[in-house]
């Protein structure tokens, strides 16, 4: 479990922490419960989660031996780099999360029990630093930039390698044959129309 940035918890008021003495005095007891606001700290390198944006959590509590189990999704805009074409990318991040939670249990393995209260605030912050995702794509096959000129290959097409500089027609692409897909042979340019270019 990732500790909670001290910052964290200055935008969360008390809305992730419920109340669950009724349950633990009722084992296999369950609670849904829906919480949703604004969540500080979400950041990885590559993405984060805006502070402007809501984090929601879906969860059924339930009341097992001696603890509260929570089983549910956290749901989370993100937003990042693209890795490739180093423009914003962004999506909705959805995590699954069935944790243990106990009074003085294995902080390795389990979270842990304020008396009768419940903080599921580390839960949706560990769900969410671990779905961020840390090299993202703005798309399934973004082109990314060209690696001779930096062009956007989303937007713009450029010449560079697209052109293979045949031996036999370098006249050809130095006319400008690249802009119109010149990857092959060209017809011979017509001899001049005769219009005044000015
Ligand atoms: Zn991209
Ligand atoms: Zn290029």
């Known amino acids: 479990m990732t500790p909670v940035p001290a910052g964290a918890r200055r935008l969360h008021d008390n809305r992730w922490t419920v109340p669950v003495a009724a349950l633990l005095r009722e ?9 949703s ?10 993405s984060r989660v805006s502070e402007t944006d809501e984090v929601e ?3 059924v509590l339930e009341s097992v031996h001696g603890g509260i189990l929570v089983s549910g999704t956290v749901r989370a805009p993100w937003a990042g780099e693209c890795r490739r074409c180093l423009e914003l990318a962004g999506g909705l ?3 699954e999360v069935r944790e243990l939670c ?11 029990l304020q008396g009768d ?9 560990d769900a969410c630093i671990l779905a961020l995702p840390l090299a993202p794509l703005c798309r399934e096959g973004c082109l990314g930039l060209c690696p001779e000129c930096g062009a956007n290959r989303n937007v713009e097409r450029c010449s560079c390698g697209t052109v293979p500089v045949p031996r036999w027609a370098p006249l050809a692409v130095l006319e400008g044959g690249a802009s119109q897909g010149g990857r092959g042979r060209r017809d011979p340019a017509p001899p001049s129309s005769g219009v005044p270019s000015g």
């Open 93 to 95: 991040l959805e995590a």
């Open 102 to 112: 106990v009074a003085g249990g294995d902080a390795e393995t389990t979270y842990g």
């Open 27 to 35: 084992p296999g007891a369950r609670r849904q419960v829906r919480i």
């Open 117 to 125: 209260e419940l903080d599921l605030l580390p839960i949706v912050h």
């Open 57 to 59: 959590l879906d969860a």
């Open 37 to 46: 606001g604004p969540f500080a700290g979400l950041s990885v390198t590559g």
